[in-house]
């Protein structure tokens, strides 16, 4: 048999094939299948072949293994990727030990230096960021005004802007220098 006869018999039972592939567990993968075997039997290189009809629902099934196969393959690959990634398959989604006592130690310098703007700052700071406190009500418990809570609330953000910088700079310490170069030519 030709490859034109191959196709035409391919044409005329393509429905047939669709449905053996999905009888088979292709699922919405049947319809690829059918036209990687399309593209297949058009490249040609077959040789003789006495039952075509039998030839297409083989070279159909090993398609639909291969790709199964595939599959598998990709998933066992990105889970062991995950794995990897993770630390192993036990790992927690707790921080460690260390990040734990890094962020603690983090948390007590942030603390420091909002105290170390004197305790009105300090106060008044704590009071609207961690209370949730509105400016007005702390102007009023401290008998000043919102523009004057503002202006201490400033203060402590230019503090945390601070450590934020100081902490980008240590993760890329040529940002600085890129920084610096930017300022000056602008």
């Known amino acids: 048999m030709t490859v034109d006869g191959l196709l035409a018999v391919f044409m005329?039972?393509?429905?047939?094939?669709?449905?053996?592939?999905?009888?088979?567990?292709?699922?919405?993968?049947?319809?690829d299948i059918a036209q990687d075997l399309w593209v297949k039997l058009a490249a040609g290189g077959q040789g003789p072949i006495a039952d075509p009809l039998a030839y297409l629902y083989r070279m159909a099934n090993n398609l639909m293994i291969d790709r199964h196969r595939m599959a598998s393959r990709r998933r066992d690959r990105e889970q062991s990727w995950i794995t990897i990634e993770r630390g192993g398959d036990d790992v927690s989604d707790e921080p460690s030990a260390e990040r734990r006592l890094l962020s603690?130690?983090?948390?007590?310098?942030?603390?420091?230096?909002?105290?170390?703007?004197?305790?009105?700052?300090?106060?008044?700071?704590?009071?609207?960021?961690?209370?949730?406190?509105?400016?007005?009500?702390?102007?009023?418990?401290?008998?000043?005004?919102?523009?004057?809570?503002?202006?201490?609330?400033?203060?402590?953000?230019?503090?945390?802007?601070?450590?934020?910088?100081?902490?980008?700079?240590?993760?890329?310490?040529?940002?600085?220098?890129?920084?610096?170069?930017?300022?000056?030519?602008?």
């Open 104 to 186: 603690r130690e983090r948390l007590a310098e942030i603390d420091g230096r909002i105290d170390a703007l004197g305790p009105r700052t300090s106060a008044i700071f704590r009071r609207f960021r961690l209370d949730g406190v509105s400016h007005g009500q702390i102007a009023a418990e401290h008998g000043i005004s919102v523009s004057a809570i503002e202006k201490h609330l400033r203060k402590a953000y230019r503090i945390l802007s601070a450590i934020g910088a100081d902490d980008a700079a240590a993760e890329d310490p040529e940002r600085l220098d890129r920084g610096g170069a930017n300022d000056a030519a602008g």
């Open 12 to 31: 005329t039972n393509r429905a047939a094939l669709v449905r053996f592939l999905r009888a088979r567990g292709a699922g919405d993968d049947a319809d």
